[in-house]
């Protein structure tokens, strides 16, 4: 599934060079832990991590405009974000004006790494479903603009569905294989100036909830936002 956003003004700090990934996702990706998820999983603070990602360093200031609150409220996060390593001062802002950059372009998790702690867990999926209204918001922005791009965009962009059979292991080695292709796209248009950025998004989830399996110990490859 796939979805274009223009991009901004400002665009962010080029992604890593292409062979850094590991077959899970992205080698550089912060991975949170129970301090850090509690800490993301708060609706100003994800939506300033998700900012800054798309859009590239930005002030307090700046941000505060962009997401309609006020730059004290806005600095308190940012520095709350930086506590856990999610976001850093570049080091270029002019006087008090810190400039906040994302430190990674990926958040990274297990969801087996907080069974069993009530707080951790309801974080979790508090974050899980936030991503996933991001994503709604997100895509009705670019179909609300869509039919004034080019039509090679528009059939280029969409989405799409499909089922499979499978195994958790399996379905692990399935997204595997989609990192491994994104991976390879990552940063082919570089210097084409006719490429412009995309989100990609992919979601795995059964569709039998009337029966789940027997119970098992949980574990497996991480989840990548």
């Known amino acids: 599934m796939a979805a274009q ?99 990674t372009e990926f958040t990274a998790w297990n969801p087996s790494d907080f069974e069993g702690d009530e707080d951790s867990e309801t974080a979790l999926n508090w974050l899980t479903r936030d991503y996933a209204r991001h994503f709604s918001e997100q895509y009705d922005k670019w179909l609300d603009v869509s039919m004034a791009w080019p039509a090679a965009w528009q059939d280029a962009c969409g989405s799409s569905d499909s089922m499979a059979l499978v195994t958790p292991e399996q379905l692990v080695a399935l997204r595997d294989e989609v990192w491994e292709v994104i991976e390879r796209y990552r940063r082919v248009g570089q210097g084409n100036p006719q490429a412009r950025r995309v989100a990609v998004y992919a979601f795995a989830y059964p569709l039998d909830l009337d029966r789940p399996p027997a119970s098992r110990a949980r574990g497996g490859k991480e989840q990548n936002r």
């Open 5 to 103: 956003t223009p991009p901004s003004s400002s665009p962010p700090s080029p992604p890593p060079a292409p062979g850094s990934a590991s077959v899970t996702g992205p080698s550089d990706a912060v991975h949170l832990d129970a301090q850090s998820l509690k800490v993301l999983a708060h609706p100003l603070r994800s939506r300033l991590l998700s900012t800054l990602r798309l859009g590239g360093p930005a002030t307090a200031t700046d941000l505060a405009a962009l997401l309609g609150t006020n730059s004290g409220a806005t600095s308190y996060h940012l520095r709350k974000l930086e506590s856990v390593g999610l976001v850093e001062d570049t080091g270029e802002g002019e006087g008090k004006r810190r400039l906040w950059r994302p430190s």
